[in-house]
């Protein structure tokens, strides 16, 4: 314990030994959030049970809705396929191919649009005029660019992704504090010094946002796509187990899916936190 600290709860007569340790209030936030988070899943579980063993159809039909009890029997069985296995392997190579090749040139394009008024005057029009058309609506289009459907099935997911993160950047870039900029310019630091020593640094938390939002519409727009024109992956898996009436099966699939996105996204906040020291708290990982 820190001795002013002591001496200072000395002074008002309470004990060392009633003080909590910071590193002990971490502990008792991380169970806390631990207790609370399996606590909504255990409800969430319960009311779902609830509703389909008793069918209620109030607003929401769940008269054909498995419950959780079948849906994970159906997994037991699933996660022994090694059909299964592939569908994941498919989907996880389409959605890290895509979200890879837009994070590169989203990223890119975002700090030169948001460093350069004129290439931003240039480039942003026509980026503008796409971003509003839904990564669905690229199907078709996608289906006769490529002649082969894995090709459309990425660009589908490129598609889902680069937005985001590049709007993501932009903002990044622009609401970097012009004093820090001044600054670094008048203690004789070089344009390529300033952009990549204070701009880049000053961007990177709204960049990590952007890609982690860009994975989560990576995952939405390959699932669609291969509802469509897949022949393997947890999209075409999910459709299929419809066309087929495997209730448990759709449901499976929409939470492999939902794991699969919300591991995709930690791993990225993870490695980025590797390169924005001054974000971490007490030596730890937020």
């Known amino acids: 314990m820190n001795t002013i600290a002591a001496k200072a709860l000395d002074r008002e007569g309470l004990p060392e030994s009633t003080v909590v340790h910071p590193n002990d209030r971490r502990v008792r936030r991380s169970i806390r959030s631990l207790i609370a988070r399996t606590l909504s899943i255990l409800v969430c579980i319960t009311l779902w049970q609830t509703a389909s063993v008793q069918k ?3 607003l929401v039909n769940f008269e054909n809705v498995p419950a959780p009890s079948a849906v994970g029997l159906a997994g037991i069985r699933l996660i022994q396929s090694p059909k299964f296995q592939n569908h994941v392997q498919s989907s996880v190579i389409r959605t890290f191919a895509g979200f890879g090749i837009a ?3 989203a990223v890119t394009t975002g700090l030169l649009v948001g460093r350069s008024k004129l290439l931003g005057d240039f480039l942003m029009t026509p980026l ?3 971003r509003p058309i839904p990564a669905v609506a690229w199907i078709p289009l996608a289906v006769l660019m490529f002649p082969a459907s894995e090709e459309s099935m990425i660009y589908i997911t490129f598609i889902g992704a680069f937005f985001p993160i590049l709007l993501s950047t932009i903002h990044g870039v622009t609401n970097v504090d012009q004093r820090l900029v ?5 203690l004789g630091a070089s344009p390529f010094s300033v952009f990549s020593e204070v701009i880049v640094p000053g961007a990177l938390p709204s960049i990590v946002t952007g890609l982690s939002i860009g994975m989560g519409n990576a995952w939405f727009s390959l699932v669609t796509a291969e509802m469509v024109s897949g022949q393997f992956g947890i999209g075409y898996y999910t459709w ?14 929409m939470i492999s899916i939902g794991l699969l996105g919300m591991v995709s996204s930690a791993l990225i906040k993870r490695i980025a936190m590797q390169f924005m020291p001054w974000a971490r708290k007490g030596g730890e990982m937020k």
């Open 182 to 186: 001044f600054a670094s310019l008048t």
């Open 103 to 105: 994070a590169v040139l």
């Open 240 to 253: 299929e187990s419809y066309t087929l009436q495997n209730y448990p099966n759709i449901v499976l699939g």
């Open 56 to 58: 209620w159809h109030f």
């Open 128 to 130: 503008e005029l796409l």
